[in-house]
C-alpha cells in the first residue's frame, strides 16, 4: 500500500454572517457532497470565514485614522483608513514601501498589512484576522468533536507572501489537535548519518497542500486533509514562530 | 463531485548512482505499487535523487579550501571544505553567523548552504542541487513522455527555511510543463470586488504538499500529485524569482 493522503474541497457553505456557528455548516456540507467527516481528518478552514463568523469585519466609514497612520497613509499611498485598522492590528512596521506594509502582528505573524484584506467583503468593509486563530481553532475542533464524536485536527490558514519568491503560499495562522512540527533529530538516515537539526514545518505544508484546491475566490473555504499522517497533540501555532534572537531577517 | 486530488508517494526505488537514468525506475516503482503513472499526474521529485543520478556529489577529502572559505569558515564554524563547495555555488552571501550560511544561488534561490548537503550521502560527500534544475525537470518530463506516451508535469524539490516562521517546507527549485503562479488580477470575487494583485505561488504549494509522504529520510523521494488543477505550459521556475528591485528583504 503507497504511502497517499487526499485533499478535499469542501463545497457549498453559504455566505457566513457573524455569529454563525460554523461547525455544523462544515459538518453538513462534507456530509451532503459525500465525503462526511472521518476519524484522522484534518481540516484546513480559511481565515476569512473564521473571521467573518467572529464578526472582524470593519467599516471603514467608521473609521477615524490618527495622524500617525494618515502620515503613513501618504508615505505609502495607501487608505489612511485601511493604515489605521491594520495599525490596530501591528505589534511593530517590519518593513513600508509604495502600497507595501510588511508588520509583525500582535500574534507575532509577520505579513503584508497584518492580514487584513478587503476581497470576498461588502464593499468599504475590512476583514480582520481572527483575535486568537488557535483559540478559534481550538474552538472548531471543540464543536466539531460535539457534533461528530470525531477527533479531529485543524489548520486556520491564510496566504502569505514570502522574501525572495513570487507569490503567495498557503500558511497556518492557527491550529489545535496536532504537532505544527516535525522533527528529524538525531535520527539516522539509510547512509547511517545523524540528521542535524532537520525539522520541518508539517502545518505549513498542509495549509499548502489545501490551498489549490480552495481556490483565492473563497468559494471553497474548508478543505478535508484526509490520510495524511500528523502527530496528535494539544499544541497549537506558536512552534511555528521563529524566536526573534535565532532570526537574521527581523 | 468535489473537487480533490490526491497525493501518493511512489516507493521502492533503488539507491541513486550518478548516471542513472531515473525515469524508467519511476515509471517502474510507480506500476509495481499500483498506481501507474497517468494521464493528468504532476510528479514532485526530491532533488536528492536528480542530483546524485546527475553525478552533483562531492567528496570532501579532494577539495583545497580556498583562503577566503578558510577564513569564513572560522567565523562561522563549519568545515572549511564544505564551505568552499557552498561558496562554488553561491553567487552572494546574503547573511552569516555561527553554524549558519544564507546565500543567493546562480541560479537565484536564496536558501541556506546553496543547498549543499550532507544527509542520505556517503560519509565525507557533500550533495550539490542539480546545476540546471530547470533542464533537470525538462529532462525528466521529455523521457517519462517518450516511456509512457504521458504528457506530465514536473516539479524538482528541495526543502528551504524561510525568515520569521520556524521549519522548513518543501519548496519547488526547478519545474516543467506548467505555470508555476496562478494569478487571479482583475478578477471578481463574489462579492464583486476586483481582486488587486493576487498571485500564488502552486509550484510551492503543490512541493510542500508532497513532502508529509517524502519523510525527509528520503525513502519516498518521488511523489504523484494526481488531480490538481494545474495549467500546461512550457514554463520553467523563473517565474517563482522575485525580481531584486522589488524585494524589501535582499
Known sequence: MPTRYEVIGVEGLPEIAPGIDLSPLIVEAARRQGTPLAAGDLLVVSQKIVSKA????VRLDQIRPSARAAA???EIDRDPRLV????????????????VLIVETHHGWICANAGVDQSNVDPDTACLLPVDSDASARGLRRRLAELTG????????????RPWREGLVNVAVGLAGFEPIVSYLGETDPAGHVLQATILAVADELAS????????????????????????AEADSRPLLRDPSRDLFR
Open 54 to 57: 467572529e464578526g472582524r469585519l
Open 72 to 74: 503613513l497613509a501618504v
Open 84 to 99: 489605521e485598522v491594520i495599525l490596530g492590528e501591528t505589534r511593530r512596521i517590519v518593513r513600508q514601501a509604495k502600497g
Open 150 to 161: 470525531l477527533t479531529l485536527a485543524v489548520i486556520i490558514a491564510d496566504t502569505f507572501g
Open 209 to 232: 497542500a489545501a490551498e489549490p484546491v480552495m481556490g483565492k475566490l473563497d468559494r471553497i473555504p474548508v478543505v478535508i486533509i484526509r490520510g495524511a499522517r500528523w502527530t496528535p
